[in-house]
């Protein structure tokens, strides 16, 4: 699988786009930026692109708008989450609601119990 690596721009962009919460974390995964509510991933960046998780509802609004697509590696996206159109990029506040609209969502989920690891 070929994973992109994004750009010193591309992380701090996706940076800017975190919300103030305490409840974040920002985390790297394979190469890229994720960010977690509660252990779970909510936005998260592959390459230049940044997705986020949503319901189904706001899914199909979010995909009406010109310029969003899958998000993840090609062929095997991941099916929870929209990329955000670059256009966006010019005008950062676009993003805004859609990433409280996936906090939101994530944050209702629940918290993710990490597995203990195998002894060797």
């Known amino acids: 699988m070929d994973i992109p690596k994004p750009?010193?721009?591309d992380?701090?962009?996706?940076?800017?786009?975190?919300p103030d919460d305490a409840r974040?974390?920002?985390?790297?995964?394979?190469?890229n930026l994720a960010g977690f509510v509660n252990g779970n991933m909510f936005m998260g960046l592959f390459g230049p692109h940044?997705?986020?998780?949503?319901?189904?509802?706001d899914r199909d609004e979010l995909r009406a708008i010109d310029g969003t697509g899958?998000?993840?590696p090609a062929g095997r996206p991941m099916k929870e989450y929209v990329a955000l159109p670059e256009a966006?990029?010019?005008?950062?506040?676009?993003?805004e609601p859609w990433i409280h609209r996936a906090l939101a969502h994530t944050a209702a989920m629940p918290p993710k119990v990490?597995?203990?690891k195998k002894k060797k």
């Open 88 to 95: 966006w990029r010019m005008d950062p506040e676009a993003s």
């Open 50 to 57: 940044v997705g986020v998780r949503l319901d189904d509802a």
């Open 11 to 18: 992380k701090d962009y996706f940076r800017s786009l975190v």
């Open 24 to 31: 974040i974390e920002v985390k790297p995964m394979f190469g």
């Open 7 to 9: 750009t010193d721009a």
């Open 70 to 72: 899958d998000f993840g």
């Open 114 to 116: 990490k597995k203990p």
